[in-house]
């Protein structure tokens, strides 16, 4: 042990005069990267926009200098791949026929909008109400299935969105992870169902309005039509039930599993869904600094990136922008040319080192927009991903605070804990590890295609997914530092033999996606401390956590009467909120602990 130790104390000695030397032109290096891309002139390097197109020539120039080579399969360092860059409605419409009665139409996206992932086409069918269009699966605490009994086949589904409003908090959590609006329309479309009609009931939030197209970035449709319809077209259908839909959905939000969904005879409903789909080349960059010692055996390469996009100017994206600040460029510069910036320096430097595998510089596009980039890359393999020893992510590192730097999914492989003590004997963090690979990052991309990976993260901050987010907040020498530890690190993994074993690590339950989470509460989670709470970074600035007076620090360790030990608990008790209803919080602010009244929002 202690010839170990005496080895890595060495090993420091000798970095150390080149570290000194060399931190002012690294500093100056890294600032010049930044500054670049998260410029004006690239207008928040959106996916597929020209900015974002300029951020990857600028790269590919980066990688050239340092002698890297354009990977097979690449166009001079370039990838590209297809996307959607968006979904609007192109002119749906909704009529519907009465028996002895005159028929009534609407369109206009306030009346019927198509839902993004809707097929297109119409369809005149027979009209069935499914309640709430959910079915849990076996294995769950309870039973819940809004189709038990009915036959949907070759029918219109007409269902309300979200869940049952009066039922209890945990069955409350169990359904909203089933509430998503894809999820419903599928589970329609497997029994049969001919369209799916989503409606907003009286009694839930954002009450008979037509759902707004949320951004999706799927290529084609769902195998369904789907659309939402307003509470004037409801009224119109159940009008033929003979009751209003608010006296039905009250029943239904009781949770009572004796009342179920009903035909509604007497009645045939023409559904026209048009969606128009804007389709957009993104580009993921790729260079690799060939072996100067090639190790014998599998696998070859070792693999470094980084995204390079961001937000643009924040439209239908996930910004955190104030009301003074929307649609203004969300620059991007922790988030991530950050990144970027170190992936190339710790490029730069491994280019001079002795390498004993293939060292891969990915850059890539599409992670804001849910790691399309990284994802055409596994699935294309323009690496076979049994090929690649491991990969190593950076995802804002540019706000180092107190010495402390975060690496998340230590849990991918029992390789990583001792690569990452020997790099950091040199560069000295302050190092919290966090074993979850599961992260919203393109690290997750390889860690399911069976690859170890490693992602460095400084933190979150106020300035996350906003236009605040500029060059001259970056903390450089800080930047400069994480920069020489993921060179340090990249090359002992290059090095290792035999290479890093993949481990499986059993997902942990984060609760549903944006479609099922109907509640804003504007708190900004801190993802750097393993506390029991969860911790805040920031809150949205005229959100519901600051106007009760939340604030960054603040560790919230109650929310709704329920315990909350980590954002997973925080997850599972949003799930169940009641918009607009005010709900006790509990937070450790200094040691202290502060009651506070906090009234979630209903989430558009």
């Known amino acids: 042990m202690r010839t170990v130790v005496a080895g890595l104390l060495t090993l420091a000695f000798a970095f150390a005069p080149a570290m000194a030397q060399g931190a002012a032109a690294t500093v100056s290096t890294l600032r010049s990267h930044v500054e670049a891309l998260a410029a004006d002139e690239l207008e928040g390097r959106l996916t597929g926009s020209a900015g974002e197109r300029q951020a990857a020539d600028y790269i590919g120039k980066q990688l050239e200098a340092m002698g890297a080579k354009p990977l097979p399969g690449t166009d001079g360092f370039i990838q590209s791949f297809e996307f959607t860059a968006g979904t609007q409605d192109a002119g749906s419409a909704l009529s519907i026929e009465l028996e002895d009665k005159k028929p009534q139409s609407w369109q206009g996206t306030d009346h019927v909008r198509a839902l993004s992932f809707s097929d297109n086409g119409a369809v005149t069918a027979p009209v069935i109400f499914a309640g709430y269009g959910l079915t849990v699966p076996d294995g769950k605490d309870f039973s819940y299935d809004s189709y038990h009994g009915l036959d949907v086949k070759d029918k219109i589904v007409v269902v309300l969105r979200y869940f049952p409003e009066d039922i209890d908090q945990d069955e409350r959590a169990v359904l909203a992870r089933y509430s998503g609006l894809r999820y419903k329309a599928l589970n329609a479309r497997e029994l049969g169902a001919k369209a799916v009609l989503l409606i907003t009931g009286p009694t839930s939030p954002n009450s008979g309005e037509t759902i707004p197209s949320s951004f999706d970035t799927a290529l084609s449709g769902s195998g369904i039509i789907a659309a939402s319809a307003s509470g004037e077209v409801a009224d119109a259908i159940f009008a033929a039930h003979g009751e209003s839909l608010e006296k039905v959905q009250k029943g239904l939000d009781t949770g009572n599993p004796h009342l179920t969904g009903f035909d509604i005879p007497g009645i045939a409903l023409t559904l026209e869904v048009a969606v128009k789909r804007e389709r957009r080349q993104g580009h993921n960059v790729l260079g690799y600094l060939p072996a100067t010692e090639k190790t014998e055996g599998d696998p070859s390469y070792v693999m470094i990136g980084a995204h390079f996009d961001h937000l643009g100017h924040g439209k239908g994206l996930n910004s955190l922008a104030k009301k003074e600040e929307v649609g203004q460029i969300h620059n991007g510069a922790d988030d991530n040319a950050s990144g970027v910036a170190a992936v190339l320096e710790a490029g730069k430097v491994i280019s001079k080192k002795a390498r004993h595998r293939d060292v891969v510089l990915g850059f890539w596009s599409g992670e804001e927009m849910g790691l399309l980039g990284s994802s055409r890359f596994v699935k294309e393999e323009l690496l076979p991903t049994d090929r690649i020893a ?79 987010d500029t060059a001259e907040r970056v903390n450089y020498e800080g930047l400069a530092r994480i920069a020489h530890f993921t060179a340090l690190t990249v090359q002992k993994l290059a090095k290792l033999d035999p290479p890093p074993k993949y481990e499986k690590v059993i997902p942990r339950d984060k609760g549903g996606d944006r479609d099922t989470l109907r509640a804003f509460t504007g708190t900004i989670p801190d993802y750097t401390e393993e506390v029991d709470g969860l911790r805040l970074s920031g809150v949205v600035g005229g959100g519901p956590a600051d106007t009760a007076g939340l604030q960054a620090g603040d560790v919230i360790v109650e929310f709704g009467g329920q315990k909350i030990a980590n954002i997973y608990d925080y997850t599972y008790a949003l799930d169940a909120v009641k918009i607009d209803v005010p709900l006790e919080v509990v937070v450790v602010r200094d040691g202290e602990r502060i009651e506070m009244s906090i009234t979630p929002t209903a989430r558009k």
């Open 390 to 468: 491991g990969y190593v992510n950076l995802d804002m590192v540019g706000r180092m605070r107190e010495n402390k730097l975060t690496l998340q999914a230590v849990g991918s492989s029992d390789a990583w804990p001792k690569l990452i003590e020997q790099a950091n004997v040199v560069v000295g963090f302050d190092i919290n590890t966090q074993d979850d690979p599961y992260l919203p990052t393109d690290s997750t991309s390889f860690y399911q295609a069976g690859i170890p990976t490693l992602n460095l993260f400084t933190g979150s901050h106020e300035d996350y997914h906003r236009p605040s």
